[in-house]
């Protein structure tokens, strides 16, 4: 049954491609709503019809004002948060409260079909995030809230797919890109440059599309001497990325269609652009943006293949997708200032002996993925969807701690080879009582199994362990109703669950006991998230906003336990829980000026107190900003010698936060302060071409993001944050043919 206004959706109001939208729009006398079809439940819907908080992102808007990395488009999406690690695909991604706590990731990626999150806690997943967003890409889907259901685990606090444009079966298009900015300080200069080319290799039934990036940052982060602070090397954090991707598709006849891709990306640096502070203040310990960590190289490398096949039935359709995914990520990291009093404890030398600790990180992970579909047609009074999930992951991991003067031994040098298996049936069915109302319900059965075995010697981590294997079953549900009480609104109401599987669980030894501090396996965890939604417009669209109360529950939350600087997994004691609004708001305030908002308010915190957390019952999550908003105002200059010009400020808010738990044992609680930070862009458009001037941070606010600031075995203090990137002047040229 076809909705009163499904050939009308609401515009999407997250993202800067909402202001880009709006501004195609107010080239007309009136303003028209554009149809934005999404993907988020696994059928092509409207988004206005999708009983979900989603925002669909259009890339190339971002990019046009100088945003060229997941992280943007976090920033400026209510209820998304990102934790940066000081590098470029370095860190981590909450929504709507739900933190980044234990190994496994908090927030599923796709591409296309094809999960890249791992189900392991042991291949250095939580620590970067492959970023398609140079690819060709038709948009970028950021879905709030668990996906258990249909995108099974790691999906607690929602999801985000990159969705690739179709190869052209018909004609050639392509496009070229280059831009070129500089970072605020000498020499800093960054270059990012790009190609897409599609076109039929066989007219009307075989198409291919060949995607091709390199980004080369300069970074702004010095390294001094810790001693007297004179610099050592200077823009020590550089960086560079590259990446290719093949698309091909095969239309084999009217009902049957073959797709195959291939992506790889790599990235490389020597420093994460974390600063020195004096200890246990806001204020750089050296010249602003400078540390006296060692640059030590950080390597990254991604790798997917996928086939997909998708049939046509009179009655339903069939979606076979599988998948191979390989990533490899090479980490040395400074930690001499939580290791070396521990170093200096362990083997008796006196304070100060030690000179530095080097932690050394190899890990991968090879990944296969088969998942089977079979849907109804849409737009009938009763739909369903019908899933096969089967995914075998291997992963190794070997960390070393190297202290200098080397003694013969380091801290630890663990080798823990892990495996994961899952197999889930799953599945959904909507029933339109009547063009206005609907219901739908869900469930999601996951049979998962783990294994690690544990190679491991020095006094921190003790002999090793013998291969452990666990399994576990997980059961996730989801019901939703949609009622539209008249053709300008949507009213939802949400509940759904998700999980993060069952891990093995390293060993971990005090010293002095030889006790094992550690759990012997990380249990799953378990969120059960309540929604109201609203999404509407007024009577001529000029007006648009979208309206989400949400509330989570999350029992038994995989976290993290450190003890002498080395952590392990754990369980914690209690839940965490997570009330919050999302708001978003889309205005014509004038003929040529466009109002886009966004706030969300969050507030996560603990149910109990969490001693080995150091929390207690009550207090708000570390890292999680109780507000944050964002405003653009996009104008329409008009024709400027032939050239149609646009106008954009945009500013983003991130409240007050704390850095760590009040009564950490290994952390100090600071509060991080709120920040703003505003950008702005010029672009001119005539015909093919586009140029694109920019200025993002245009007040230079050098504000910290997060900090960590670490209580060493022998009770000192050192301290470390993450800052705002400086001012960073642009311009991008980009050709359309």
Do not use: C
Not at 363 to 379: A, K, P
Not at 462 to 473: E, H, R
Not at 678 to 699: A, G, I, R, T
Request: glycine share 8%; no cysteine; proline share 4%.
């Amino acid at each position: 049954m076809i909705p009163k206004y499904a050939q009308a959706a609401l515009l999407s109001l997250s993202g800067l491609s909402s202001s880009q939208v709006a501004i195609a729009n107010t080239q007309e006398k009136s303003v028209q709503l554009e149809e934005i079809v999404v993907t988020a439940s696994r059928r092509e819907e409207n988004l206005q019809d999708v009983a979900a908080s989603v925002a669909s992102i259009d890339p190339q808007a971002l990019q046009a004002q100088g945003f060229n990395e997941l992280q943007d488009i976090i920033e400026y999406t209510p209820g998304v948060n990102w934790e940066d690690g000081g590098g470029r695909g370095v860190g981590t991604i909450t929504m709507r409260g739900i933190p980044q706590s234990g190994a496994i990731r908090t927030v599923g990626i796709y591409v296309d079909d094809t999960p890249l999150i791992s189900a392991s806690g042991f291949s250095g997943a939580a620590g970067g995030t492959i970023d398609a967003s140079l690819i060709d890409l038709s948009r970028i889907e950021v879905i709030k809230g668990p996906q258990g259901t249909l995108y099974g685990a790691s999906s607690v606090g929602g999801m985000i797919r990159y969705i690739s444009r179709a190869p052209s079966l018909h004609e050639v298009r392509g496009e070229f890109s280059v831009d070129l900015s500089h970072n605020k300080g000498p020499g800093s200069h960054n270059t990012i440059v790009s190609g897409r080319l599609s076109g039929p290799i066989i007219k009307d039934s075989l198409g291919a599309t060949l995607s091709v990036f390199q980004a080369d940052d300069a970074g702004f982060t010095q390294v001094v001497a810790a001693e007297n602070g004179n610099p050592l090397r200077k823009r020590a954090d550089q960086a560079q990325s590259k990446g290719v991707s093949v698309d091909l598709l095969w239309e084999v006849n009217e009902s049957a269609q073959i797709k195959f891709k291939y992506l790889k990306q790599e990235g490389e640096s020597d420093l994460l652009s974390s600063v020195t502070l004096l200890p246990g203040t806001d204020t750089p310990a050296f010249a602003h943006y400078s540390t006296i960590n060692q640059p030590l190289p950080l390597q990254s490398e991604t790798k997917i293949s996928s086939v997909s096949f998708d049939y046509n039935f009179e009655w339903g359709q069939l979606n076979s997708v599988s998948s191979l995914s390989d990533r490899s990520v090479f980490v040395n990291l400074d930690r001499s200032a939580q290791l070396a009093p521990v170093n200096d404890a362990i083997y008796g030398l006196s304070p100060g002996s030690t000179e530095s600790v080097i932690t050394i990180s190899n890990q991968d992970m090879q990944r296969f993925v088969q998942e089977i579909r079979l849907s109804s047609q849409q737009n009938q009074s009763f739909e369903w969807i019908l899933g096969l999930f089967y995914m075998n992951e291997d992963s190794g991991n070997r960390q070393q701690a190297i202290p200098e003067p080397y003694l013969g031994t380091g801290l630890f040098d663990v080798s823990f080879p892990s495996a994961y298996e899952e197999l889930a049936f799953f599945g959904d069915a909507t029933w339109y009582f009547n063009e206005d109302l609907d219901v739908t319900l869900g469930l999601r059965y996951s049979d998962h199994e783990t294994e690690m075995e544990n190679i491991s010697s020095g006094p921190l981590t003790g002999p090793g362990q013998d291969l452990s294997q666990f399994s576990d079953q997980t059961v996730t549900y989801l019901a939703t109703i949609r009622y539209r009480p008249s053709e300008q609104l949507s009213v939802y109401t949400r509940v759904a669950s998700g999980y993060r599987p069952i891990s093995a669980n390293l060993a971990l030894l005090n010293p002095a006991t030889g006790e094992n501090l550690a759990q012997t396996f990380v249990e799953s965890d378990e969120i059960w998230s309540y929604e109201l939604g609203f999404k509407g417009f007024n009577h001529d669209a000029s007006l648009q906003y979208e309206l989400s109360l949400w509330y989570s529950d999350w029992d038994n939350f995989q976290t993290r336990f450190a003890f002498n600087g080395v952590s392990v997994g754990a369980n914690a004691q209690g839940r965490l829980m997570a009330k919050g609004v999302d708001f978003n708001l889309s205005q014509q305030l004038f003929e040529r000026l466009n109002l886009q908002l966004g706030i969300s308010y969050s507030d996560s915190y603990l149910s109990d107190d969490e001693p080995g957390l150091g929390g207690i019952a009550g207090e708000r999550y570390p890292g999680q900003a109780l507000w944050s908003s964002s405003i653009q105002l996009a104008y329409e200059l008009g024709d400027l010698q032939g050239w149609q010009a646009n106008l954009l400020f945009a500013g983003r808010y991130i409240g007050q936060l704390d850095s760590s738990f009040s009564r950490s044992s290994t952390q100090q609680s600071i509060e991080v302060d709120a920040y703003t930070v505003v950008d702005s862009s010029l672009s001119l458009e005539k015909e093919s071409h586009q140029l694109s001037f920019y200025m993002n941070n245009l007040l230079d606010t050098q504000s910290i993001m997060n900090r960590t600031d670490t209580i060493s075995g022998n009770g000192a203090l050192s301290s470390s944050a993450i800052f705002t990137s400086p001012r960073t002047v642009g311009l991008r040229y980009r050709y359309r043919f």
